[in-house]
């Protein structure tokens, strides 16, 4: 413990050291190992990485994790980069959400299955409402690793290690759960892999069968979304009937695609991760699809904004309101140079009361240099709020907002809002306030359950995309 006190900076360790504090050994190397750049990460500053405490633990998970089989396939990877190509030109639109952090207790099928099977109804309503594709993808399968704004958290006198995600250390507040256990990336991959083995079952086996459209919404508490989605549904089951019996051939509704998201925040983890694909000979970061450098780490000579500029993958960056328009562009140069269609994604999370005054500038400054970025909007992190009773929440009202700021700003400049970002889960939680069915602070004491952010709930999320439906009917 006195070491990780000790050093209670792991951020910005500077040029020439890793994550450790000094030069990694050559068993940290992955497959990719020869490929040029893969490693020039280790020798920029690089924030919110962990301080492990054992170093034999490290290298013999790095080396673990490097010969394991990737998450995903490259080419899926690349199915993906054209679908977000297509959203960027306002053929189809990005709906991607899960927890602000996934646990591995939490990694069960009741979970996971609700949080698909509410993505699924949110893509419904806005594929409906909207009349066009939605990219259905969970902020799933490796969202595990948390940047924190303080490196220590101080419960009634006692201070230890913030929670850094589940790929870092444990959420009880003990000195043991709390030290950063490099091993914990073993079992965040071999969670990833069970959770991605289920989606995948789920949405290639059957239950994401277009015509199942109402059993999505068993089993949820009833409200006025799921009544409202019920309706939809009716439409939707006449419409399909309807075709049957034109003699319409459904093999296509059978099964959906979803791809798997994370936060790109443990380097060691995803350089481990990285391959080169047999096909095209270029390196993929197998860890997930779709991978995004958040708002505290996208500093442009920093290490993220490196590693990520080097892997095939889609990429989002996170913006908050600070960001300029030649910060935007800059991020362009060094990640999308070629101008890529579907290879970069903004994901703006500026809070209601910025979006409308600063955006505007940004996605000006990015237009006229001609470079098709996808915008997203995540609606969520720059509306944090603390409850008088003390938990952190969001206001669904101001959250609302910024998604209507958002379509209000790409309306006025003629550009094209491709999608949303939200921290969501398929249960019946509390942790934002507001809603159809009000939640209020009082509820918190019982139901909630976020380690990190406060999540939409089941019926909150319904209620959000009932409501982006309509703003995609406008546009
Ligand atoms: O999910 C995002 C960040 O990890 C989170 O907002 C950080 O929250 P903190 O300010 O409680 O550290
Ligand atoms: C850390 C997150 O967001 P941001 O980087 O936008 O603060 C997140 O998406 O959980
Ligand atoms: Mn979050």
Redesign the pocket.
């Known amino acids: 413990m006195t070491e990780l006190s000790a050093n209670p900076a792991p951020s910005m360790t500077g040029p020439l050291t890793s994550s450790l504090g000094s030069p990694l050994t050559s068993t940290a190397q992955s497959g990719a190992a020869n490929y040029p750049g893969l490693d020039d990460w280790r020798q920029l500053p690089i924030s919110q990485q962990p301080t492990w405490t054992d170093r034999g633990v490290f290298d013999a998970s790095v080396k673990e994790l490097s010969v394991l089989p990737p998450l995903v396939f490259a080419g899926e990877v690349d199915i993906l980069r054209e679908r977000l190509a297509a959203a960027a030109q306002g053929k189809a639109f990005l709906l991607q959400g899960g927890d602000?952090?996934e646990t591995f207790e939490d990694a069960t099928a009741d979970k996971i299955s609700a949080r698909v099977r509410t993505i699924l109804q949110m893509a419904v309503v806005l594929t409906y409402g909207a009349a066009m594709p939605v990219i259905k993808m969970g902020?799933m399968a490796g969202?595990f690793a948390?940047?924190r704004s303080s490196n220590e958290e101080t419960r009634d006198g006692v201070t230890l290690p913030a929670y850094r995600g589940d790929i870092v250390n444990g959420y009880d507040f003990t000195p043991e759960s709390r030290a950063h256990d490099a091993s914990r990336m073993l079992k965040a991959y071999h969670t990833s892999a069970s959770t991605l083995n289920l989606i995948r079952a789920f949405t290639q086996g059957g239950f994401a069968d277009l015509r199942l459209v109402h059993l999505w919404n068993k089993g949820f508490t009833e409200n006025p979304a799921h009544a409202r989605y019920e309706s939809l549904a009716r439409d939707i089951d006449r419409a399909i009937k309807f075709m049957a019996s034109c003699g319409a051939d459904f093999e296509a509704l059978k099964r959906v695609e979803f791809f798997a998201s994370h936060?790109a925040?443990l380097l060691d983890y995803e350089r481990a991760l990285t391959r080169i694909d047999s096909r095209t000979g270029l390196p993929y970061d197998t860890s997930g699809h779709f991978l995004?450098?958040?708002?505290?780490?996208?500093e442009l000579d920093h290490a993220h904004v490196d590693f990520l500029s080097r892997v095939r993958n889609p990429i989002g960056v996170?913006?908050?309101p600070g960001t300029s328009g030649d910060d935007a562009l800059r991020l362009i140069d060094k990640l999308d140079p070629n101008r890529e269609p579907g290879r970069l994604t903004f994901?703006t999370?500026m809070g209601s009361k910025n979006i409308r005054e600063k955006l505007p500038a940004v996605v000006e400054k990015v237009t006229a240099s001609g470079a098709q970025v996808l915008w997203v909007t995540?609606p969520?992190?720059?509306n944090t709020v603390t409850s008088p009773n003390g938990y952190k929440t969001r206001n669904f009202d101001d959250v609302v907002d910024e998604v209507r700021g958002f379509f209000e700003v790409h309306h006025a400049l003629g550009t094209v809002p491709g999608g949303l970002?939200m921290?969501m889960t398929g249960d019946d939680v509390a942790e934002c306030l507001g809603g159809a069915d009000p939640i209020d602070q009082d509820a918190f004491l019982d139901r909630y359950e976020s380690v990190?952010?406060p999540r939409l709930n089941h019926m909150q999320s319904l209620e959000m995309a009932f409501l982006v439906a309509g703003a995609l009917t406008k546009r």
Do not use: S, V
Request: glycine share 10%; proline share 4%.
């Open positions: 602000c952090a902020r969202q948390k940047p936060e925040l995004w450098i958040g708002e505290r780490t996208r996170k913006l908050g994901i999370r995540d969520m992190h720059g970002h921290e990190c952010d």
